[in-house]
């Protein structure tokens, strides 16, 4: 099973493209980095630039399933979840357009899948991942650890 993790932003977006062997059933990285929009862009022109991206990234990768992050609005700041939304959709338009399954996963159940704890530190998900993956030390900038876990959340769900 092939699986990309999408941290989705409107200026940086984390993905990771993980594969788990048939035999030994470990997870392997097989790309992981960032896409990056222009923010000084109008925001039709930065969700082309992170469509097109991830595009790419899906033509380059054939993936069997996109995982991503539910989205969390925050009662203080509702714009920023409709902001996000909108890169969100972005993937998930890319993902259709290559007919690759989507599933979304809480953060609270990524976090409890990778460290057992669904209120784990950003901190503790980053080392979760590094040592799970046996990376050596934690992948930078956070959007690609984030996007690792959410990846590998979804691997551990699907193995069952």
């Not at 990309?4 to 062997?21: I, K, T």
């Not at 960032?34 to 630039?49: C, N, P, S, Y």
């Not at 993937?91 to 979304?104: D, E, M, P, R, T």
């Amino acid at each position: 099973m092939k699986v990309v993790g999408v941290d989705p932003g409107l200026r940086v977006s984390g993905y990771a493209v993980v594969e788990q062997g048939q035999k030994t059933r470990e997870i392997r990285v097989l790309d992981a980095g960032v896409i990056k929009a222009d923010d000084t862009l109008e925001l039709e022109k930065r969700l082309g630039q992170i469509y097109n991206d991830i595009d790419a990234l899906l033509n380059e990768h054939e993936v069997d399933i996109m995982a991503v992050e539910e989205l969390y609005a925050h009662y203080e700041h509702p714009r920023t979840a409709i902001l996000m939304g909108h890169a969100r959709g972005m993937f998930l338009l890319a993902a259709a357009n290559h007919g690759v399954k989507v599933v979304s996963f809480a953060a609270t159940r990524i976090k409890k899948c990778l460290t057992g704890h669904g209120r784990a530190s950003k901190q503790q998900m980053q080392h979760a991942v590094a040592q799970q993956l046996k990376l050596g030390q934690v992948r930078r900038p956070a959007d690609v650890a984030d996007a690792l876990a959410i990846a590998m959340c979804c691997v551990n769900e699907y193995d069952r």
